[in-house]
């Protein structure tokens, strides 16, 4: 069953078809892209701790700093391409806007980092500034139902992303319920106890044609 333990990272972001085939072959940015990297947590669930942008934490186990950083080299079409070989993924460009919706089923948080300096980099070929949201917990893959278990929310412009503190639940959730119903509707067989997945519509043919057997 899809639910419990889950985390998700959601974004809807303007932009045209020629920008987002642009940022799909575009490399990662460094963390610089983000005015304030520290503050990731700032004002939400986890705001006690600090983000491990450097992978210092994890120093004595080299085989997963080396892993992290080949990631950061990556573009963002084959990250998504990884990812969505193990299913719920949705990224795709749609109505105008660049979507995204990632599900894992526990905390990977040095792989959030990494997918928040991509979607950070997207900015450059956005049409205006929208965020990015990252919640999760012991909840449905949906969109939370209020601002308690939000994570952090990355607001991505144009030519710099920043961490907010704070930001109108009511606009950030009405701005990605198209999203999330999308990607709910990707889910098969959601209450059993081994859901399925069908990208035929949620992940874009630019990343399907990528995707290893």
Known sequence: MVGGRSYMLAT???????????????????????????????????EDMTPDWELTAIADSP?????????????????????????????????????????????????????????????RFA?????????????????????????????VGRTAARFTAAYPFAALAGQLRPVEEAFLGAVVDPDGDDPGWDSSLVLDPAVAAHVPD
């Open 63 to 123: 085989a997963a700093v080396a892993t992290y950083r080949q990631s950061r080299t990556r573009t963002p079409r084959e990250l998504l391409a990884a990812r969505a070989a193990g299913g719920f993924t949705l990224a795709r460009h749609h109505d105008g806007a660049l979507e995204i919706y990632l599900y894992d089923y526990h905390a990977d948080t040095y792989g959030t980092l990494t997918d928040l300096l991509m979607l950070a980099g997207a900015g």
């Open 127 to 155: 049409d205006a500034e929208a965020p990015v949201a990252y919640w999760g917990g012991d909840v449905h893959p949906g969109l939370p139902f209020d601002d308690g278990s939000v994570l952090a929310v990355l607001l």
């Open 12 to 46: 809807r972001m303007p932009m045209s078809r020629e920008g987002f085939d642009a940022w799909l072959h575009t490399p990662l940015p460094g963390h610089d892209v983000i005015t304030n990297p520290d503050e990731m947590w700032l004002g939400w669930a986890a």
